[in-house]
């Protein structure tokens, strides 16, 4: 199993915050770094200062800034950019990190923070779902697209024209595209067709694995021969011991019983326990949502004391 940080920046980090935890888990020898894609903070434990960054801003920094580690998100919004353009900056980034990025990808259901930063957003999901789709139709083909050759494309809700479909990303055909979430039938769908990897966010061990079959039975019904890799994200909060634990989990709002139901809570022996079970259902990756960004030595101890037990 791999582990990889994820960050929710929009909770409160600069980008010097974000690039402190980039450096380290790069260090340490973290498989990746990613980070979410929100515009306004959650909850009311936090304010949210010094504000948002950009999700793909920031990933261009961060990747001329490290050399090994992979950067990606869970998951930008198809509501917040047009897939032409979204699709430059990806393929951009790729190319500056040499081939680093992986593209998570999602529909858009944060309707607050839209009103806050005046970004349209359909009320029906089936209507954001559609766009989602044609999006992911459009970004994959125009990175597909053969050097020298135009794409077109005929949508309901989006029209291209003949054009160079350039830059190209520098992984071939196109960087890894994350599709993720619980919904029952079209999620499923629509990763069978498009993903190389299946995430399911912040759900139970007993959700996750059904999730995941719903998608295995998908990825069959395709007729798809290509491998589907399954992920989990899950919040972290491990410490050496019961004073550890309760601190950082003070420090994020939340209670430890609380964390050691629905997420990655507990010593480093009850860690490794708990990612053996979301093994067990399937899971290949796990990515530790880190909400305290400054404390990196949060990072060290899964690195010292949970990785050598997962090799």
Known sequence: MRLRIFLEPQQGATYEDQLAVARAAEELGFDAVYRSDHYLHMGDHVSGLPGPTDAWITLAGLARETSRIRLGTLMTAATFRYPGPLAISVAQVDRMSG???????????????HAAYGIPFPAAARER??????????VTGL?????????????????LAEGPALPKPEQEPYPPVLIGGT??????????????????????????????????????????????????AQVLCVGRDEAEIARR?????REVDELRRNGLAGTPDELVD???AFGEAGAERVYLQVLDMSDLDHLELVASKVVPQLD
Do not use: C, H
């Open 274 to 276: 708990r990612l053996g």
């Open 183 to 232: 919904g029952p039938k079209r999620t499923p769908r629509l990763a069978a067709k498009f993903a190389d990897e299946y995430n399911v966010p912040f759900a139970s061990l007993e959700d996750t694995a059904a999730a995941f079959e719903r998608t295995r039975t998908a990825v069959r019904a395709s007729g798809r021969s290509a491998p589907m890799i399954y992920s989990a």
């Open 129 to 138: 779902f559609d766009r989602y789709e044609e999006q992911l139709d459009i």
């Open 99 to 113: 081939g680093r990025v992986d593209f998570g990808f999602g529909a858009g259901w944060y309707e607050e923070e």
């Open 143 to 159: 990175w597909s697209t053969p050097v020298g050759e135009t794409f077109r494309y005929e949508g309901k809700y989006y029209r």
């Open 249 to 253: 989990a003070e420090r994020i709002g």
